[in-house]
């Protein structure tokens, strides 16, 4: 009988971590709520600029967003490997937010990781992508965020390829890419 007890008494412990860590981390105090001009690199005019942050209500964004890119954005969810539209895209350009367009990854900087999602080892600009400990599934990841609209993308990780060692890990659904002439 005691035995169970106990048992019974982890179980329930670890019921009540899982349920208090594996929330998604959606009350992100520097994002939320808080409207306001941030500094981001345009690819575009090829500097810096100042831009509005975007802010949205979970029901403007489940309007503006296809189910898939809702959950991955505003939900911290993940693509399956291998389904994503740009896991395995080579053209020319610059992969921008999903969310609210802003430039967040150079084609230039993508590499093949075979991992099944875009991989890049580094974004358009520090300015623009935005990293925050993530501590779900047990595990504290490095989460990436775009700077803008506080839109989740992926992970980051230190397997990635010189010259950064970085490995940004990014959910295809979370970008829309724009192709650019040179
Ligand atoms: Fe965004």
Wanted: charged letters at 25%; aromatic letters at 12%.
């Amino acid at each position: 009988m005691r035995i169970l007890a106990i048992f019974t008494a982890v179980l329930g412990a670890a019921a009540l971590f899982w349920m208090t860590f594996s929330k998604p981390a959606t009350g992100d105090d520097e994002m939320q709520g808080i409207a306001g001009k941030i500094r981001v690199y345009s690819v575009e005019d090829g500097g810096y600029i100042g831009t509005e942050r975007v802010v949205k209500s979970d029901a403007e964004w489940k309007k503006l967003l296809s189910d898939r890119q809702y959950h991955i954005l505003r939900e911290q969810g993940t693509e399956r490997a291998f389904t994503g539209e740009y896991w395995n895209h080579n053209e020319h350009g610059v992969y921008r937010c999903a969310g609210c367009g802003l430039d967040l990854y150079l084609s230039d900087t993508k590499y093949k990781s075979g991992t099944g999602w875009p991989s890049f080892y580094q974004p358009v600009a520090p300015e623009n992508v935005k990293i925050r400990p993530d501590s779900s599934f047990f595990i504290t990841r490095n989460e990436l965020i775009c700077a803008r609209c506080g839109g989740h993308l992926g992970h980051v990780f230190d397997d990635g390829p010189a010259p950064t060692g970085k490995r940004h890990c990014i959910n295809s659904a979370s970008l829309i890419f724009y192709k650019l002439d040179k």
